[in-house]
Structure formats: structure tokens, C-alpha cells
């Protein structure tokens, strides 16, 4: 046999090698994680979600024009609260499908509001069913009773001392939400969906995605837009005429698009005067990599 015919089918050999085992290592790590785009979500669906909302309020006793609210759903080895997020000045509602991170957060003085979904070992579902209080609040009593109702991912901290300049500046535009512009990303959705794929929980639902992505385009939407966010903050004006539509359609995207809320989000926005936009916060990293303070991008 010719030496170099030999080299090549050696070569050949180890690169199908090397895929399959590289192939089985991500296969066990995604069963030891339970990652998986593939599991039942009938008691997601909007028509279900009310088996699993108390239809009256678990603190009736709490009062104010404004509340902030988070929500985490899934394993407590997960969970991402942030220490420093103590209660102040407003009540502060914590939804959560885990009662053991309930117990933790009114330790810090947060109001649990149970939420009866299982608990699963699969991120992908966690996530999913912690976009039920993120996107529709106003099925939840508790929350539903407040005008002003801002919305914080739980791994941040919250600049209380901002809230009344941002109620200030929703109120102003006549917005039933206000989010925040994404620090890092513009013009054009792709970014956002080009991001969302270097963390595997994304990269599980990358055609789920895509299809929506068409569907979005399909009916009209563009991909260059002028206002790009992160959903990790919000305010909601709850007494607004067209609020709840537009978190019940921002839901329904949901469900179509996968945990990306983001995206979906950004299509929402799109000739949406209801939603303000707010400054972007400050990001000092983006993917691991310092951002020019001028520029914003790595």
C-alpha cells in the first residue's frame, strides 16, 4: 500500500475517533446535567399556567404604589440569588417553583409567592418556567395589586436608589414598560441571536430559534433594529390600557422562540412605542473580553 494513501487513511481514522468520543463526552455531560430541548411543556402553556398561580394573594397585608419582584425556578444547587439584594423601602416578591429558595430570600426580607410547578433537573425547563412570573406578572395577586411593578433578574443588584427616576421617566413617555438598552449589541437582532449560542443551554434550542427568527421576518419584523435590550430589568406601568397584552405576547413568543426572551423581546419592540427604552447600564466584559468604554464593543 502507498505510504502516503496510508497516512491519510490514519488521519482520517483519528478525526472520526476523535469526533465520536468528543460526541460521547458532551452526550454524558448533557445526561448528567439533564439539558434537554426536549421535554413535555403542556403545563407551560398559557391555558395550563393557572393550576399552578394561587388565585389570591399570599401577602395580603403588603401595601404600595410599587414592588420589585424576581423569580428562579429549579434545582437549589442553582440557585443565583444575590447576597447584597436585601429588601428596602417597597415590598419585594420572590417567585419560585424551589421552597427551600424561597425560605432563603425571606431570611433577606422578600415575600415568597410559591409557584406549583415541578422541579426539574433540566436547565432548559427551569428556565422556561421561571419566564412565567418574568413575563406575565399580572396573573399573579400579589403582584397584579401594585401600580408600578419593576421586574429584576436575581443574580443582580438592585439600584433602589435608581426606581424613582425610572418610574419618573416610563410615566413620562406614557410606556406601559420601560427595559434597558443592551450595552454591548446593536442594530441587528443576529447579535443577539449569535450571542445567546456560546452557552449550551441556547445553543440546545439554535432551531428553535431560527424558525422564529423566519417566522418574525415572515410577518414583517426586520432583523436591523434600532433598540436592542436585556430583559434582565424592567418596569412595569400595571394600570395601562395595552400592558397586559403586551406581556401576553411577549409569552406566547416565549413559548415559540426558547429561553432567549431577549429575542423575542427585541422583535416585540419593533415600532412598539409602549416600550420605553432606558439607558444601558455600564459592562466593563463582554464574552470574556474587556469592552472599549468608546466604542462598547470588545
Known amino acids: ?13 483519528r478525526r472520526k475517533f476523535t469526533r465520536a468520543r468528543r460526541k460521547a463526552a458532551q452526550e454524558r455531560a448533557d445526561r ?7 421535554f413535555d411543556r403542556t403545563p407551560l402553556l398559557r391555558e395550563n399556567l393557572h393550576k399552578a398561580i394561587a388565585d389570591t394573594p399570599s401577602h395580603p397585608e403588603a401595601r404600595g404604589e410599587m414592588a420589585v419582584f424576581s423569580t428562579f425556578c429549579g434545582q437549589t444547587r442553582n440557585f443565583t440569588f444575590d447576597k447584597n439584594n436585601r429588601a428596602r423601602d417597597c415590598p419585594h416578591y420572590f417567585v419560585s417553583n424551589n421552597r427551600t429558595a424561597l425560605e432563603i ?3 433577606f426580607g422578600w415575600l415568597p409567592i410559591f409557584l406549583d410547578l415541578e422541579i ?15 413575563a406575565l406578572p399580572h396573573l399573579f395577586p400579589d403582584l397584579a395589586r401594585h401600580r408600578f411593578l419593576v421586574y429584576s433578574d436575581d443574580k443582580q443588584r438592585i439600584r433602589h436608589e ?29 447579535w443577539e441571536f449569535t450571542d445567546s449560542l456560546f452557552q449550551d443551554r441556547y445553543r440546545k ?37 395595552r400592558g397586559e397584552a403586551l406581556s401576553e405576547q411577549w409569552y406566547a413568543d416565549i413559548l415559540a422562540c426558547g429561553i432567549d426572551c431577549q429575542l423575542a423581546f427585541d422583535f416585540l419592540a419593533q415600532g412598539n412605542a409602549d416600550i420605553v427604552d432606558l439607558p444601558a447600564p455600564p459592562r466593563k466584559k463582554y464574552l470574556g473580553k474587556k469592552i472599549d468604554p468608546e466604542t462598547g464593543q470588545p
Open 1 to 13: 500500500m502507498d505510504l502516503n494513501l496510508l497516512k491519510l487513511r490514519l488521519i482520517a481514522e
Open 32 to 38: 448528567a446535567s439533564g439539558l434537554t430541548d426536549d
Open 105 to 107: 430570600v425571606r431570611s
Open 120 to 134: 426539574s433537573k433540566n436547565p432548559i425547563l427551569s428556565a422556561h418556567q421561571a419566564k412565567v412570573a418574568k
Open 162 to 190: 435608581e426606581l424613582p427616576g425610572v418610574i419618573e421617566t416610563l410615566t413620562a413617555k406614557g410606556g406601559a414598560m420601560a427595559v434597558k438598552l443592551s450595552p454591548h449589541i446593536r442594530d441587528n437582532i443576529l
Open 205 to 241: 434550542q439554535a432551531h428553535r430559534m431560527l424558525r422564529f427568527v423566519l417566522n418574525q421576518m415572515e410577518v414583517g419584523k426586520t432583523l436591523e433594529a434600532d433598540r436592542l435590550f436585556m430583559t434582565g430589568f424592567s418596569l412595569r406601568d400595571m394600570a395601562h390600557p
